[in-house]
């Protein structure tokens, strides 16, 4: 009788499955100064404080729509790795590009800079075929790389972060840079360069920094952090963050404190 009673209240109330949680954004970027970066680097410190321009405005966002605002920082190529073949999987300080558009979801544009074509003394940089016979630095698996390599250029030194082409230049061993403006300034800076030195040519192209993500990304989630973005944007707190990072100025880093070498190749 017990059981009859029990079966009965089973069919007239159903048992469902509780609502699946969805898991948090896993969060990747690389050493991207002023972008995203540690202070001191990992070439100097293993234990150096994260911070940046965008990686404080993807916090600020995270923290207002619910997520931990937790970021890895992987080796750059790695990081692209992981948000271009993982799913749910965010990464920080991405430059929009043609050669990428199809790769990521686009989430918010945090900083639009330029990106430039830098020149050693004497080096004409009026536009990318000026130097398309020399040796020019970019940031690997960047789209700078992939703009040279479109225009047919066989002189591209490749670096796994900036400072490296910062140091490159400084030491006359490229006679081109191709890189975003603010990251230009910072990476000279950190090498214990005179910026008043160097000899900025061509604006490439304008140089989007966005939030992307893996393109399993739903509609729903997309919003969520676009709205986020433009709470940021709203109460003033992006404007903050953006003032304090365009007067930023690094201590440069003695070269004889990196634990990497500068691999270099002509």
């Keep these: 009788m017990i059981r009859r009673l029990l079966a009965a209240v089973l069919l007239a109330f159903p048992l469902t499955a509780a609502p699946a949680v969805s898991a948090e954004l896993r969060l990747v970027t690389g050493e991207l100064p002023p972008y995203a970066f540690h202070v001191p680097p990992p070439t100097v410190a293993e234990a150096g404080e994260p911070m940046g321009l965008v990686y404080e405005v993807v916090r600020e966002v995270a923290w207002r729509i619910g997520h931990s605002g937790?970021?890895?920082?992987?080796?750059?190529?790695?990081?692209?790795?992981?948000?271009?073949?993982?799913?749910?999987?965010?990464?920080?300080?991405?430059?929009?590009?043609?050669?990428?558009?199809?790769?990521?979801?686009?989430?918010?544009?945090?900083?639009?800079?330029?990106?430039?074509?830098?020149?050693?003394?004497?080096?004409?940089v009026r536009d990318l075929w000026s130097v398309r016979d020399r040796p020019i630095g970019v940031l690997r698996r960047s789209g700078a790389e992939s703009l040279l390599h479109e225009h047919g250029f066989n002189r591209i030194q490749t670096a796994s972060e900036e400072w490296i082409n910062a140091q490159r230049m400084k030491d006359r061993l490229i006679d081109a840079w191709l890189a975003p403006r603010l990251m230009v300034l910072y990476a000279y800076r950190e090498v214990g360069g005179d910026v008043s030195e160097l000899n900025i040519g061509h604006v490439v192209r304008r140089s989007e920094i966005w939030l992307a993500a893996s393109k399993d990304v739903s509609d729903q989630e997309a919003r969520r952090w676009q709205e986020g973005f433009e709470q940021v944007r709203a109460d003033g707190t992006y404007d903050a963050i953006l003032a304090r990072y365009t007067r930023l100025k690094?201590?440069?880093?003695?070269?004889?404190?990196?634990?990497?070498?500068?691999p270099w190749f002509n």
């Design 70 to 124: 937790t970021v890895e920082f992987w080796p750059w190529v790695h990081a692209q790795e992981l948000a271009s073949t993982q799913p749910n999987t965010g990464i920080l300080a991405l430059t929009r590009s043609p050669e990428r558009e199809d790769q990521y979801r686009w989430l918010f544009n945090v900083v639009t800079d330029d990106l430039v074509l830098v020149g050693g003394a004497g080096v004409d």
């Design 250 to 262: 690094p201590q440069p880093v003695p070269e004889d404190r990196r634990s990497a070498e500068v």
